[in-house]
């Protein structure tokens, strides 16, 4: 609404919600104050779960920040800013989301407290952008050597990460199978760095048993049956044909007739069908293939054959699963059968179709180079089935990250107070007003080991009080023991370690994320739109949607065809 001339004038859609200024600033950062204080108390391995109910009545239990956010239908445009944070750390580093939330949330607490002083929100953001900045260079000076040799290192990566999860209990078992399983995965790229697609890495999960039946399967799992019940479900010392075409006589693409005229003919049209199916199976047993895995069909008479034959076969296997056993078995993927070799074909210790609780899933296993591998997952029931795979999830990419970065850094709040100290050191070299926020940013890294004391029942102030008292000394990897409230030197003497990029990647997330929420001085919110009358939208005529016929019901049907 604007005055011309003392006649009103309206700019937006009547109905239309705006704010301005002091008003914007306070609802959007209360907004996301409000989510980080949501997930803080799942923090550490203290940390506790959250029960999530959607509006189908689905039930979710997890600590996981992304998950917890993801799960929250959350309406405000500056809380949704926080949501996207962990997904961006989530999709990075795979690790630290309730980390990187908490973060931004504090940030977003302690630049109000500027914005109250009249200090501008671009000095504020320029003065976070500089100390991020320097976080980050710092946190890289004080992280130390790893990488895919050091097994102590990802082993601890890994079961740090698993500490705080609900599968604490088993987390040594759990972190052998997943940096066994990036090992496997793991390749070097063209600038000898070594790289691990976790996408390789294969999660199966069937509930029944207990989380300590966890096991990695070198090779792959298929949910497919044997095709046909006559055939072996076990082939030991196994060479595998992964086949892309159909056994089967294909149809042509275009309409044809066969003109029979005589009932000689018709068996003459059988017997060659036959011939057909008979040749493809012979060329198949030929080769030395002893398992068939087809992506398409096989017609029954070639099941016939190939059972004869004592060859087992798996069909209609999706593709993605085809080029996984690929690289497990080593075999090439063939769509024509005249170019079967006998070395281009896949081999696997073991083929063997078993029994999961009600479903027949065959097992390749037991390969000898596999860059493709499998982890079934087993629990008590489906909830801690999907929180254990959540918690491998997240596991498997801290190894990874280990292997690729090649760097790690102290736990237990270590890293964040260090780089607070040095920050506060830092902020004493500025000049004018970004000193504040720079010191604002060092006292905001203060709320991780704040909050992993909380949540372990412990004094926040006397355990902060005592880790600043040993990082001033030059402990700088000195952190929390939860247990008994003491403080440890070095964490990483203990095993406490987490991938410096995890680290890195929080602050920068949360940064970027606070500078954008602080930057805002107006929220206009249009009104929602209405139905038109007399029908739907887009000016449809009255006998459609809306307007129908009387003796029509809702979806255009007499009532007698409900």
Avoid at 305 to 329: C, G, H, P, Q, Y
Wanted: net charge negative.
């Amino acid at each position: 609404m604007a005055q011309l001339g003392g006649t009103p004038v309206l700019i937006m859609r009547e109905g239309t919600e705006r704010q301005r200024g002091r008003d914007a600033m306070s609802n959007n950062i209360a907004a996301a104050i409000v989510i980080a204080e949501a997930v803080r108390t799942s923090l550490g391995p203290r940390g506790m779960d959250k029960m999530l109910v959607d509006q189908f009545g689905d039930v979710v239990i997890t600590n996981d920040g992304a998950t917890i956010l993801k799960e929250i239908d959350v309406q405000h445009p500056a809380a949704k800013m926080m949501v996207e944070v962990a997904k961006t750390q989530d999709s990075e580093v795979g690790d630290g989301t309730t980390t990187s939330v908490i973060l931004a949330g504090e940030l977003l607490k302690r630049a109000k407290k500027l914005l109250e002083q009249k200090i501008h929100p671009t000095v504020i953001t320029e003065g976070f952008r500089k100390a991020a900045d320097k976080a980050v260079e710092i946190l890289e000076s004080i992280s130390v050597k790893s990488g895919i040799d050091d097994e102590q290192g990802l082993m601890n990566a890994a079961m740090t990460c698993m500490s705080s999860k609900i599968v604490s209990e088993s987390k040594e078992k759990l972190a052998k199978i997943c940096m066994d399983a990036i090992k496997a995965i793991a390749e070097k790229d063209d600038n000898g760095k070594w790289v691990a697609d976790i996408e390789k890495v294969q999660i199966q999960k069937k509930q029944g048993e207990s989380i300590d039946d966890t096991s990695l399967i070198k090779g792959i799992i298929l949910d497919k049956e044997v095709v046909s019940p006559g055939m072996r479900k076990s082939i030991k010392d196994a060479k595998i044909l992964l086949l892309q075409s159909a056994i089967e006589i294909e149809k042509t693409e275009f309409d044809s007739k066969l003109q029979i005229t005589s009932p000689e003919q018709i068996q003459e049209f059988l017997d060659e069908e036959e011939k057909m199916i008979r040749d493809m199976v012979e060329k198949i047993k030929n080769s030395g293939a002893n398992v068939v895995i087809c992506q398409k069909g096989i017609d029954d008479l070639a099941q016939h054959f190939l059972t004869k034959a004592d060859i087992m076969a798996v069909r209609r296997v999706k593709k993605s699963d085809i080029e996984k056993l690929s690289k497990a078995t080593g075999g090439m993927i063939y769509t024509n059968l005249d170019d079967i070799t006998e070395d281009k074909l896949g081999w696997a210790g073991l083929v063997e179709e078993r029994k999961i609780m009600n479903d027949s899933w065959i097992f390749i296993e037991e390969c000898k180079d596999p860059k493709s591998v499998v982890i079934l997952i087993r629990g008590g029931t489906e909830l801690i089935v999907d929180e254990v795979e959540r918690a491998i999830h997240d596991a498997l990419c801290v190894v990874r990250d280990v292997v690729e970065d090649e760097k790690i850094v102290g736990g237990g709040g270590a890293p964040e107070l260090e780089t607070a100290i040095q920050l506060r050191k830092y902020a004493s070299s500025l000049g004018g007003r970004e000193q504040l926020a720079v010191e604002i940013f060092a006292d905001s890294l203060d709320i991780i080991p704040k909050t992993l004391a909380e949540n372990a029942g412990l004094d926040q102030i006397d355990t902060l009080m005592k880790l600043r008292a040993s990082h001033q000394k030059g402990n700088k990897f000195a952190g929390h023991d939860l247990d008994t409230g003491n403080v440890i030197d070095d964490m990483s003497s203990v095993g406490v370690v987490e991938p410096t990029v995890v680290k890195v990647q929080a602050i920068k997330s949360s940064t970027e994320a606070t500078s954008m929420i602080l930057r805002i001085d107006d929220v206009i919110a249009s009104a929602k739109s209405a139905m038109p009358p007399g029908g739907m939208p887009g000016g449809m005529p009255p006998g459609m949607g809306g307007g129908m016929p009387p003796g029509m019901g809702g979806m255009g049907m007499p009532p007698d065809m409900y």
